[in-house]
């Protein structure tokens, strides 16, 4: 059975201070990791997907890695609106085929 | 970018009734949504999935008679709760997917809808 795993839990940054979010997977057959930002109360908003080791992307602050056994969303010098919970997920056999499998998130807190 | 729009953003209902959640691709046509629920501290897990002019496809453990799915058109799905209780209490999100020309697909997901059941 396809496992997202994700760590820490929870982590809290100072302004600056940067640090990365941790994406462990197994899955038979990668069919793409998918980076996710979710704020309270809101819908997750797309950030990444991945497709293979040793591919990497980049949106502002962010880059993500990949490797056969897991993922790495580092935060360059964070800013307090980069709060928020990151999730991590892959394409998994559903009854409909293919769907998302999520990981529970990182809940990140940057303070000033 | 695509948008997908979620009404209501929260609904409170009394227990034994049934709640409606409409979920709307605006700017792309979907044939296929999801339908996930989140619980507190959770991970999103998925419900069902959603064919335009076909039955939805439930996952393990979740039950078609009380969560039913209609994907009428090609930009329009709708969760109900039938007989909600208040264990049905949660934040229920709808995702659709865009094919983009490069093949590659990214899901786009709406507000999502929290519903408390008293």
């Known amino acids: 059975e396809d496992q997202v795993t994700q760590s820490p839990e929870a982590l809290r940054l100072q302004e600056g201070e940067s640090s990365s979010l941790n994406c462990s997977y197994t899955?038979?057959?990668?069919?793409?990791l998918f980076w996710y930002r979710q704020d309270p109360g809101k819908g997750p908003e797309f950030l990444f997907t991945l497709y293979s080791a040793g591919e990497e992307k980049e949106k502002e602050r962010l880059k993500a890695t990949l490797t056969k056994k897991e993922s790495f969303l580092h935060i360059t010098a964070p800013k307090p609106e980069d709060s928020a919970t990151y999730l991590c997920a892959v394409l998994s056999n559903s009854n409909s085929g293919y769907a998302l499998n999520f990981g529970k998130g990182t809940s990140l807190l940057v303070t000033p | 970018g695509a948008v997908v729009s979620q009404h209501p953003s929260r609904v409170i209902c009394k227990s034994g009734t049934s709640v409606k959640i409409e979920c709307r691709s605006l700017d792309f046509q979907a044939t296929t949504m999801f339908w996930y629920r989140q619980f507190p501290k959770q991970s999103l897990m998925l419900m069902a999935t959603s064919n335009e002019g076909s039955k939805a496809t439930y996952e393990q453990g979740v039950e078609k008679d009380k969560f039913l799915i209609n994907h009428a058109s090609l930009t329009l799905s709708t969760l109900t709760v039938t007989s909600a209780h208040p264990e049905d209490s949660s934040f229920y999100i709808c995702?659709?997917?865009?094919?983009?020309?490069?093949?590659?697909?990214?899901?786009?997901f709406g507000a999502g809808s929290r519903l408390t059941v008293l």
């Open positions: 899955v038979s057959g990668l069919r793409g």
């Open positions: 995702s659709a997917r865009e094919y983009t020309g490069s093949g590659a697909n990214v899901l786009t």
